[in-house]
Structures are given as C-alpha cells and as structure tokens.
C-alpha cells in the first residue's frame, strides 16, 4: 500500500468558518412551512439562509441534479453538504418538499426518498450556520450537522462515531475512498478504504481517549479528551 502522509487529511476534508452573525438566529431564520417546495429544473429551486449567502435546494451533479447545502459563491458555490450523497442524480422534473413531518425528495418516476424525518415535525429552516434542521413547537428535533458528508462547518461538532468521507471528486459529491472517525477510545482515525478490501489505517491521533472534535464559529478546530470541555482537554488545536 502506499504511503499516504499524514497531513493529507487537512487536504481532504473542507473545514469551513465564516465569521457570520448568528445573533438572533432563531429569530431571524426563514421558517419553511410544510406544502412548502423545490424544482430541480426551474425556479425556486433552492432556500436561502436569511443572511443569503447559503443556500439548500438542488444544485447541478453529472447529468442532472442533487439536493444538498452550498456557500453561494462567484463564480463558484461551495458544496458543503448532500443528501442521500450515493443515490444517482435526478434529472430536472425531481422536487424536494417538506409535507407534515417529513423532507422528501422525489424524483420524475414520482419515488420519494426521506431526507429528514421525524413524527411532529411543524416547520424547517436553513439557518446561517449551513444547519438545515426541522422543528417540532420551535424545538430541533432533525439537523443535517448529524449527518455530516465530507465538511466539517463551524459550530459542529463530531462526536463518537462520527465520520466524514471524502467525495469521488471535487464535482462528484459521492462518497470517497478517505473516512476520518471519531472513536472515543482511540481518538481520530483516517483510513483509506478501496474495494471491500479491510480498511487502510494510516492515521491515528492522539492514540488515547477522546471525546469530541468541535470546529468553533471563529474556526478554531479542538479535540477535546473529555466531557468537560475546559482548554486543559485539548488534545489538539489548530490556532
Ligand atoms: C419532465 O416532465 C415532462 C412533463 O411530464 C416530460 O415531458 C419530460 O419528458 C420530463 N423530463 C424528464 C427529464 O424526465
Ligand atoms: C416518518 O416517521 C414516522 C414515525 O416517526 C413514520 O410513521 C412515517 O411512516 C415516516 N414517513 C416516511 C415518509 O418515512
Ligand atoms: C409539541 O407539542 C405537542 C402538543 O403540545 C406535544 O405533545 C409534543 O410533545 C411537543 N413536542 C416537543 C418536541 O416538545
Ligand atoms: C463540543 O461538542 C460537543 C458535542 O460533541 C458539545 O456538547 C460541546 O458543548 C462542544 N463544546 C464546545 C466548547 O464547543
Ligand atoms: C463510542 O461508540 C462505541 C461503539 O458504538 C461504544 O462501544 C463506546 O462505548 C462509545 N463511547 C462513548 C464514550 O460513548
Ligand atoms: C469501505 O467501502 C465498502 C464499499 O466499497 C463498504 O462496504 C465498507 O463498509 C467501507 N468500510 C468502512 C470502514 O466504512
């Protein structure tokens, strides 16, 4: 196997902070009221965060679309997050909606794949942290940042069997060959996982204890080795 140094890891995995006011989010977020819905192949085709500059909706993949989170960019959106990442794109006749407790997305053969799900669910949001979440009586009871695909967005946070996979490519945001895990009892592992073939590990830090990995909204990135989070728990930390 060849080698893979180390620091490759800070390669693949995009580490996103923006320094964006998020005071008041919780009043200012745009509320998603269910009946609400997207178009692949016209408008709207996607929601914004209310500061704008992120938005959820479809975004162009291969021939046809996906559904997913991106930073809007000049030229370029960044693409941060994807729902249900491995499926094939649907083409331009997909809608994604939200009907009483339940994110779908469905493609032309009228199939809906489950985006988000849970019983009581009243309302959705993209918030200005890039967090798509759906609440119940004003309380978040699904967010995206649970189910991180190959970023890491400030004010999330991995935790215990969490992973990040790289994409295929920088255009195909399928899952990769790279996984970062958190595991407790080792700390941050990198394998490289090719074929059904056992995984490559090539990383491994600190090879102790370890808790939670929290990328701050400043972009500081810790990890921390225990519950309590004071800086006499951090095991390593970008500056
Ligand atoms: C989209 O739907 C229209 C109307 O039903 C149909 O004519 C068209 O072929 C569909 N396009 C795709 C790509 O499925
Ligand atoms: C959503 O979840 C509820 C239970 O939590 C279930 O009864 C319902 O069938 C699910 N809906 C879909 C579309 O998966
Ligand atoms: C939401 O409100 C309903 C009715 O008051 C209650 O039954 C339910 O438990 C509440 N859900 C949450 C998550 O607070
Ligand atoms: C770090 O993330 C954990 C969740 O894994 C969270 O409970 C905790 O409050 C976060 N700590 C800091 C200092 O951000
Ligand atoms: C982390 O997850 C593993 C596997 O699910 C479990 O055995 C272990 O107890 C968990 N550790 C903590 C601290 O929750
Ligand atoms: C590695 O990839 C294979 C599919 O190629 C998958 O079945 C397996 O679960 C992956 N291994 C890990 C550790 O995720």
Redesign the pocket.
């Known amino acids: 196997m060849a080698h893979v140094p180390s620091n490759i890891i800070l390669l693949l995995f995009l580490l996103v902070s923006f320094h964006v006011d998020v005071i008041a989010e919780e009043d200012e977020a745009k509320i998603i009221k269910p009946g609400s819905s997207l178009y692949a192949g016209k408008q709207p085709s996607s929601w914004a965060s209310p500061s704008g500059n992120f938005e959820f909706g479809f975004y162009r993949q291969g021939e046809g679309y996906a559904a997913g989170i991106w930073l809007v960019g000049r030229p370029e959106n960044t693409i941060v997050w994807t729902a249900k990442r491995d499926d094939p794109p649907v083409s331009s006749n997909a809608t994604l909606f939200t009907t009483r407790g339940v994110l779908l997305l469905r493609t032309e053969d009228g199939v809906e794949n489950v985006i988000g799900n849970q019983s009581g669910v009243d309302s959705a949001s993209l918030l200005d942290t890039r967090n798509l979440v759906l609440y119940e009586n004003r309380s978040v009871v699904w967010e995206s940042f649970d189910i991180p695909t190959d970023t890491i967005l400030g004010g999330q ?3 215990n069997d969490s992973v990040l996979i790289s994409s295929v490519s920088s255009s195909n945001h399928a899952t990769g060959h790279y996984y970062l895990l958190l595991k407790s009892d080792i700390g941050l592992v990198a394998n490289l996982n090719i074929s059904s073939a056992a995984a490559y590990q090539y990383w491994v830090f600190p090879n102790g204890f370890s ?2 990995l ?1 990328l ?1 909204e400043s972009g500081v990135l810790a990890l ?1 080795s225990s519950l309590n ?1 004071g800086q006499e728990n951090i095991v390593l930390a970008s500056t």
Request: aromatic share 34%.
């Open positions: 946070n991995l935790r808790y939670s929290n701050s921390y989070f």
